[in-house]
């Protein structure tokens, strides 16, 4: 069964200050992946995702992430945090095979101080 | 405008009373799903649909239930065996397929008292 780590329940930073929220899967077969943002209170919103293309995938609001295969790794950087950025974030996978679930890390909750 | 609605956003109950959850999607989505949220937990998927009158439990299905009988629609019923129902309960819907992503409703917040 898939598996996803993410390192760090919150993670601190300064406005203006690099951000990297840390993905780990665990799969034999690179999978699918999904970052997801979650305000307080609301759904998830689709922050980018990889799908064999470009290893190196820019998603919304100036995020982006890079698929490392030797590393089974996708973490999810930011170059300069803005004080909009503060939520949490969800790292998800999914099977190659036809139909699949997701399945979601435990998030890593951003805060972002002036 | 496509999207996903849940309703009720905030729904309270009293302890040992069976209580439905609505989701609705006009995204024309195959797939259904419904997610329990705890913080600290992550996401935890109790069922999910790929087609109608078609359901499969998820990796915490026991003390839920739901139905499939339009595409449109995948309500859950929380009963009075769910021994700690009180959690953040979120709709998802998708094409199916796994490299396609799925897309939330606003989510429906369950106090049991």
């Known amino acids: 069964a898939q598996s996803v780590t993410q390192l760090g329940s919150h993670v601190s930073v300064s406005e203006g200050a690099l951000v990297l929220l840390r993905c780990n899967y665990s799969?034999?077969?690179?999978?699918?992946l999904f970052w997801y943002v979650q305000y307080p209170n609301q759904g998830l919103q689709l922050l980018l995702k990889?799908?064999?293309?470009?290893?190196l995938v820019k998603g919304i609001n100036g995020f982006e992430a890079e698929f490392k295969k030797s590393e089974t790794s996708f973490h999810l950087t930011k170059p300069s945090a803005h004080m909009s950025d503060a939520a949490e974030y969800f790292c998800?996978?999914?099977?190659?095979?036809?139909?699949?679930?997701?399945?979601f890390g435990k998030g890593t909750m951003l805060l972002v101080s002036p | 405008d496509g999207g996903i609605t849940q309703s009720p956003k905030y729904l309270f109950r009293k302890e040992g009373q069976n209580v439905t959850l609505s989701c609705e999607q006009n995204?024309?989505?195959?797939?259904m799903y419904w997610y329990r949220q705890d913080p600290g937990q992550g996401l935890r998927l109790i069922y999910y649909?790929?087609?109608?009158?078609?359901?499969q439990k998820g990796d915490i299905a026991e003390g839920y239930s739901v139905s499939r009988e339009k595409k449109e629609s995948f309500p859950l019923t929380v009963t009075s065996a769910q021994k700690n129902p009180t959690a953040f309960y979120l709709c998802?819907?998708?094409?199916?397929?796994?490299?396609?992503?799925?897309?939330f409703g606003p989510g429906t917040r369950l106090t049991v008292l």
């Open positions: 998802a819907s998708s094409t199916g397929t796994g490299r396609n992503e799925q897309f």
């Open positions: 799969s034999s077969v690179p999978p699918y």
């Open positions: 990889y799908t064999s293309a470009a290893t």
């Open positions: 998800a996978v999914s099977d190659r095979k036809g139909y699949s679930t997701l399945t």
């Open positions: 995204l024309n989505h195959d797939a």
């Open positions: 649909s790929q087609i109608v009158n078609d359901f």
